[in-house]
């Protein structure tokens, strides 16, 4: 069987919460296959934001095993850590946390300041996909004057800076209309299709309770979700197995 991109077993997330803990995620296991495009669906406070930042290094467990493209990622150190989510994972947070004052463009190069700025190369890649998802003409306009489905996109293209195998998203289509939610599905499809630096497509894992997500076609696999548990295990879509 082919490594996974993502794999987790038994991983458990507790936070303290006074003289009682809250037990966020309880014992998932899960494999996420290389190149597909992958949904943790249900509501508020089912864990699925808890398991996709755990899944992306963002947070360590308090037990359980994760590995991200075969090595394991549980005892990195915070440096470490942060290589990690800096060259394989991009995270597209649900709040999208770009700066508000800073232009498109200086928002998308953030993630290279720590290794001395954009290349050449860089802000030739970045201006052709600006150009792709219609953004060309804003690259000079600061964040907080951009739509919700702009600054979307440019937190997306953010996340892609350093051409990452692997791409998580928290509820991405929280605040958008329709049509931008099917604009947004589709560079999904299309972003899924890219060659990245390992030499394989990416891999997409969305958190989300939206059925216009949940009901695109171009989802391979559903993970439903209650209580910080998969309350049941979708491998292919319509094909559902016990947890």
């Not at 309880?26 to 899944?55: Q, W």
């Not at 946390?97 to 802000?123: C, F, H, K, R, W």
């Not at 907080?144 to 996340?159: C, D, F, H, P, Y």
């Amino acid at each position: 069987m082919a490594e996974p991109a993502l794999e987790c077993i038994d991983v458990a997330k507790r936070y303290p919460d006074g003289a009682r803990e809250i037990h966020a995620v309880r014992g998932v296991t899960l494999r996420v296959e290389a190149g597909s495009l992958t949904l943790l669906r249900g509501p508020s406070g089912c864990g699925k934001t808890t398991l996709l930042s755990l899944l992306g290094g963002m947070i360590a467990p308090s037990a359980g095993e994760i590995r991200v493209l075969g090595r394991s990622i549980v005892h990195l150190r915070d440096r470490h850590r942060a290589a990690l989510r800096r060259d394989e994972v991009g995270f597209v947070f649900q709040e999208l946390a770009l700066v508000p004052e800073m232009t498109v463009d200086e928002n998308l190069y953030l993630p290279l300041v720590p290794i001395g700025g954009p290349s050449a190369e860089d802000e030739a890649r970045l201006a052709k996909r600006l150009s792709r998802i219609g953004l060309a003409q804003h690259r000079g306009t600061v964040a907080k004057r951009l739509s919700g489905g702009e600054r979307q996109r440019v937190a997306i293209l953010r996340a892609l800076v350093l051409d990452p195998p692997i791409l998580l998203l928290d509820e991405p289509t929280a605040h958008l209309d329709a049509t931008s939610t099917s604009e947004l599905l589709a560079w999904l499809d299309e972003l899924r299709t890219e060659t990245t630096h390992t030499g394989g497509q990416r891999t997409i894992v969305v958190a989300t309770h939206d059925p216009r997500v949940i009901e695109h076609p171009g989802v391979d696999r559903i993970v439903p979700m209650e209580g910080g548990r998969i309350a049941s295990r979708t491998d292919t879509l319509g094909q559902v197995a016990a947890p």
